[in-house]
């Protein structure tokens, strides 16, 4: 899975001009994700919150302050796309830095609230708590 | 499939619901195929509320003066209203509500109370909303009562040569919809009410499908409660009604307690009012009922039956477009057994997926499990496309969504 900036995924969407060119470069984002296996796709690893089915698990290095890594899956094509995303923007990156992005902002910057339902919109912040909630139990277990 | 006995022209009658000529996403019409969550309204029916508001509101029943006999008439009139839409024997069998799901928990909790004990079985259908769940499940949480559901086949029709097997002598209601909010599936009504009663049960109609496109008799029918919303048929939100047969609402006791439902109050206690306003606490849904008489009123200028007509030619060419496209799969009865509703499911795209897909065209529909969940456990499936036709819906329109369904499968189409 490849790591990607803000930068970059703006310079990206920027020649997206219609909704078809938006959600086929989506859908091309989620194709990166791995598919989590069965045993993986499991309720404790779900996101609660969200329209369709998100799993979320992360796994941390030995560093410290320790190096976050993500792994999703999800059953509805677009949401494993805006996962891609911020797994992309999250992966190999210090925990801290990890919970200090703003998602908002970024998908703001994206256009990409503007093709997100409400409901899609709360999912994706649910990954986001999510996301937030599996980093800084990363920090806590490493200062123990 | 262009005849009609009574018709009437859509196309005219748009010009009544101003929303509908609203564009979505920079420049998509609006194609609003969301009818079975929520109708829009006729300009008639908002207008009659802006009038009833800078001319003639007050609140109801208790003030002397000449604006509160007024809007006391109204709202009384607005009872006479419904009473008249679903051949009730007299208004106060009418009681207002805030909806469907406020009028089924009035049961639940007031009829309940004096007749459901432990061991007492409640039986449902696995069609219901929740709305026609949950307060059910919350009585039997209370006081130890059993629930049943007859199952439905996998179409979406109901297995009524279960029923009487579910039917015992400890079944105290049978609480149903006559119309699925997901699948369409009509209900056998009236084989049911004589079943039940056989049984010695009662039977409360869930018709918040059903109201809204097909005539309404509870006379005819033989519930004893029926339910159903105003939003759902041209009226305002924030309005519903419970119809409850004039001997079992004067036993019941009051649900809500406040102001309006007592005959008088004492510090040692009260004693409660008359129906209906026995189960109307506190100061009513007024505007949203006299909305609802503007709603009705449109509905039978227009005719009940020529709606229903409309509908079932709109639901034909719906189900003859999309059944020749490939990778789409429709769920539900057959036409002929269902309400204006299309259940569908694109072949390899998650149908929230869909619904933002066919969104971005203008077409509103809905996905999810519709706040049905034991109906998509049955039959296999998390989440369902629904489009749901009402009286403004054209021909014009099911051709859109049948060319979005395209696009959006092009645009989810895995081999690039």
Redesign the interface.
Known sequence: MRTTTIEELLEDFEFLDS??DR??YI?ELGDELEDLDAELRVEENRVQGC???VWLIASFDASSPPQISFRADS?????RGLVSILIMLCNDQPAPTVLALDVEDLFTRLELRN???RS?SNGLFSMVKRIRVLAAEGIAQADH | MNTSVNSFDPKALRADFPILDTRV?GDKLLVYLDNAATTQRPRQVVQRISDFYTQQYSNVHRGIHALSEQSTDLYEQAREAVARFIHARHPHEVVFTSGTTAAINLVAHSWGQGHIQSGDEILLTLLEHHSNIVPWQQLAERTGAVIRFVPVEQDGQLQLSQLSSLLNERTRIVSLTAASNVLGSHVPVKDIVAQAHSAGALVLLDAAQSAPHQVTDVQASGVDFLAFSGHKMLGPSGIGVLYGREELLEEMPPFLGGGSMIRSVTTDGFEPGELPEKFEAGTPPIAPAIGLTTAIEYLEDIGIEAIQDHERQLVVEAHQRLSSLEGVRILGPPIEHKGPIVNFLLDG??P??A???L???GVAVRA?HHCAMPLHQHLGV??TLRASFYLYNTQEEVKILADAIV?TQ???RRDG
């Open positions: 909704w078809e959600y086929r859908i329209v369709s089915n059953d509805s094509q677009l949401v093709h997100l339902s899609r | 996403h795209i998650h929230h997926d619904a933002q897909a969104d971005q065209q999810g998390t989440a696009d092009r645009v989810f």
